[in-house]
């Protein structure tokens, strides 16, 4: 069993790299933690004033807690879906479990944080997400990889239950290196009612990345919001998407991407909404700027109508920064690399995420730290 620790039991470093991905360490203002680091899960805690209300641990042991919890792992991605999924079923070193109680209101965010520190290393998890009828939460997750964790792989499934009248706005932040390979696996099942916000921020290279995580709105008036902010630099690969399944009557989904390429770098924004129910509505955007002549930048949206009523829609644009508001910005007495900083740092709005005030700013510092270096 994985046992309660004081944070300042973990090393130095980890934390480090924890606060650079956006992680509160501060126990006031965060309502749960969680460390997984390599193949170890080194901590877990609830904060004082939220017991009772939500539950954090490591998958494997709430699999020996709760044989009930056996019903919902492996129900929403298969595990022969491809090679990846094969490995983690056949071994994992665990993952978090996190379950937000019945009309749990958590007003400060559970965060959890899957962190790689060892070279030519291959990490494996699977998550297990449930949020009970009626609860409302705000989950942050980051991925890190140490600075000597070269040549490392990263292979994580994430199963997410959305109950009746649920609502969870779920955020996850990459933060891997220039030569990581990574290969995230996910979907979320949302009932009556219920509501799911997937945020999902990459601002730093990585060599190879492909995730395409499925919302299914089953429950009458569900709702899945899938939001991407995305930088890709310094030669990296991503192939990036989401899918949306609308089932329910008045289902509901909305997929948005806002996208930067740069420094040889190729980016696939994909995005597929399924109309099965006479009376659902989808909408996918994604808006790109490619900052030199050597990046490239795709936009593959797909709109499947199966019911007569389904009401889908689309819009795509890519292009540049505009000169004409670089020009403007540099009469008002900037200089040129901090006009392009601050159009870069506007395209990537996160208020478009419903974030939390806590989360925003830490986000929002990641962005700043982004646009300066641009």
């Not at 299914?216 to 919001?225: I, T, V, W």
Request: glycine residues 8%; negative net charge; proline residues 2%.
């Amino acid at each position: 069993m994985i046992k309660k620790n004081l944070l300042v039991q973990l090393p130095h470093t980890i934390l480090e790299g924890a606060a650079k991905a956006g992680i509160e360490l501060r126990e006031e203002d965060r309502s749960g933690l969680y460390f997984h680091v390599d193949q170890n899960t080194l901590f877990s805690q609830i904060g004082e004033h939220f017991e009772g209300k939500i539950e954090i641990m490591d998958t494997k042991e709430a699999l020996e807690t709760y044989s009930w919890l056996e019903d919902f792992r492996w129900k929403l991605v298969d595990k022969d879906q491809d090679e990846y999924t094969r490995k983690v079923d056949r071994t994992y070193s665990g993952g978090y479990f996190m379950r937000i109680l019945p009309g749990a209101e958590i007003t400060f965010p559970l965060q959890s944080c899957l962190l790689m520190t060892k070279r030519n290393s291959e990490q494996r998890v699977h998550n297990l997400i449930i949020a009970e009828k009626g609860s409302n939460s705000q989950i942050l997750t980051t991925c890190v990889q140490h600075i000597d964790a070269i040549q490392a792989t990263h292979l994580g499934v994430s199963e997410i239950y959305v109950k009746k009248g649920a609502k969870l706005n779920f955020t996850m932040v990459h933060h891997w290196g220039e030569d990581t390979k990574v290969r995230p696996r996910s979907a979320a099942l949302i009932e009556d009612g219920g509501e799911f916000i997937s945020n999902y921020i990459c601002l730093t290279p990585v060599k190879d990345m492909q995730m395409f995580p499925a919302a299914y709105c089953n429950g009458e008036d569900s709702r899945a919001l899938f939001n991407n902010i995305l930088y890709v630099q310094e030669g990296s690969h991503m192939d990036i998407g989401a899918r949306a399944e609308l089932n329910g009557k008045g289902s509901k989904a909305e997929l948005n991407t806002r996208a930067i390429t740069k420094g040889n770098s190729k980016l696939t924004v994909r995005g597929t909404i399924v109309g099965n129910n006479h009376e659902c509505k989808g909408h996918l955007e994604c808006r790109g700027l490619v900052l030199d002549d050597n990046s490239v930048l795709e936009a593959i949206p797909i709109l499947r109508a199966i019911k007569k009523g389904a009401d889908l829609t689309h819009e795509a644009a890519v292009g540049k920064l505009s000169e004409h508001e670089i020009t403007y910005l540099m009469s008002r007495g900037m200089k040129q690399d901090d006009a392009v900083g601050a159009l870069i740092r506007g395209f990537m709005d996160v208020s478009i995420m419903g974030l939390s005030k806590s989360i925003s700013e830490e986000i929002e510092k990641i962005i700043d730290a982004v646009a300066e270096a641009s």
